[in-house]
């Protein structure tokens, strides 16, 4: 048995990998009809905002068969902040068969925990982007943007946030890539071929959150009268 000197296992501060477990096994517990979308949302930002274990197992108590974050052994990064650990390799899109396409990996990472992001006007835009968010509002306006090249790859890993992406008007993007459990991804615009100066490739998991790409407002009313 393991004896804590001084302070007792409850009143252990957390980390963000122990955090990220429980967010995994409320999703689970909705999954299986335990937790309903409201609950799991107030719980998720209980974990969230959890500072010591007693804080965050306060959400899994009544959860049959869950494990309590006490018995959860974190993976080997407890000192790093999660947005910079290792991602794994993505296989290419399905328009790059027959030839090779190299994905550059993510150039910049947009973190948000209950908070709201937002990257507008002449920001530059690297050739990869990640999207690490947690009950957060995101929105990534391109129109007057920098690019550095016309495929961007936007990998996307997200609990119960809504992304906006806001492209210019001969943009594409495809949403092709997500995997939604709970959310929704909807594309406003156009998915291809790659013509115009910008073609957005979003991949990633979404979970009870939403992804939605669009042109700005008042575009296809411009586009009437031209």
């Known amino acids: 048995m393991r004896i804590l000197v001084g302070m007792e296992a409850r009143d252990l501060r957390v980390s963000d990998a122990e955090r990220e477990h429980v967010g995994e096994l409320l999703q689970r517990a909705v999954g299986q009809g335990m937790l309903s979308l409201g609950e799991f949302t107030e719980r998720m930002d209980t974990a969230l905002a959890a500072k010591t274990r007693g804080e965050l197992n306060a959400v899994l108590v009544d959860l049959p068969g869950i494990q309590l974050i006490s018995e959860f052994v974190p993976p080997p990064y407890p000192d790093r902040p999660y947005a910079t650990r290792p991602v794994p390799p993505t296989p290419a899109p399905a328009h790059s068969v027959g030839h090779h396409v190299s994905v550059p990996p993510p150039g910049e990472v947009i973190r948000g925990r209950m908070s709201s992001v937002s990257r507008t006007g002449s920001w530059n835009v690297p050739a990869s982007l990640k999207v690490d968010t947690r009950v957060s509002s995101v929105n990534l306006d391109f129109t007057r943007a920098v690019m550095a090249t016309q495929v961007v790859y936007l990998d996307i890993d997200d609990y119960a946030s809504s992304l906006t992406l806001i492209v210019p008007a001969e943009a594409t993007v495809d949403l092709n890539g997500i995997e939604t459990v709970g959310g929704s991804a909807t594309n406003k615009v156009r ?36």
């Open 191 to 226: 998915s291809g071929p790659p013509i115009g100066p910008l073609h957005l490739v979003v991949r990633g998991k979404v979970r009870f959150g939403t992804v939605t790409a669009r042109h700005p407002f008042g575009t296809s009313l411009r586009n009437m009268f031209q």
